[in-house]
């Protein structure tokens, strides 16, 4: 009862969803006044008792003048959100989403920053949809996402690529940078080989542990028609970390904070939501559609 209560509490600071989240965080340093009264008035308003506890993280520039940005985590039990607060300069007002600037198009930066160059492909080069993973290959929500993928992309053949861009989660996920660097050194060997290492391993994913990773990575890439030498000395290379520590760098630079996290077009989900994710590739299909009906000018 006590668990579902605390389930309860959360869902109503933060309808988020059930991602594979980063869960160690550098040492805090003391709390400011604002910090301080950011966590007095959310203690306040959602009636968080001493048990549960509230972390107001450092305050951040944003691009609105008056207004900084922070991450509130509230940990109940085992139990754990994140939201993203705006608090003005003077401590005053406290603002709970995003802020968006009107004369921006949003998609078009998330598009620009994201680099898909040297990254696992699959799919018409041409296609209207480019749907861009950011993944760990640990994360059962990432599974669940691979699994409603590879159902759903039959039906938009020639209208969707998906590019995969590595994002281990390593704090909590103690085998899922060695599966990131059998990805890349699949991909250095054969790009195709890397699509059928990513399926091997997301539908293994019950079979692989931190003990066994290794052995698992080089017999995956053997039924992947891998060279297994090459392969082996890839896998403790310097040039597949610096690939895998990239493609983070990368999606830290668009707010990825955790898996799986995917970007349709610039447009962001995160998690595994199917009927939205199919929502969004219907909309910008359509929109293509409707573009190339209009009559040239």
Known sequence: MKKSLSLTILASFSAMSVVCAVQAQAPAAAPSQTQKSVEAYLRNL???????????????????????????????????????????????????????DLSKDPLAENRAKIDLKDAPAMGDA???????????FECPVCRTLHDGLRDMLPTYKGQVKVVFKDFPIEQIHPWARTAALAGRCAYQGNPAAFWKLYDLIYDSQDLISASNAWDKMNEYAGRAGLNQEAFKGCL???????????SRANGQSVDVGSTPTIFINGRKIVGADGRLIEQYIQYEIAKTKSAKAQPKK
Request: aromatic share 10%; proline share 4%.
């Open 236 to 246: 403790s290379s310097q040039e597949a970390g610096a690939a895998v520590d990239a």
């Open 46 to 100: 959602y009636a968080f008792g001493p048990e549960v506890k509230v972390a107001v993280g450092p305050f951040t520039e944003t691009s609105v003048e008056g207004l900084q940005a922070t991450n509130v985590d509230v940990t109940i039990a085992d139990s754990k959100q994140t939201v993203k607060f705006f608090v003005s300069k003077d401590g005053k007002y406290l603002v709970q989403g995003e802020i968006s």
């Open 126 to 136: 041409n296609a209207p949809v480019t749907i861009v993973e950011y993944s760990d």
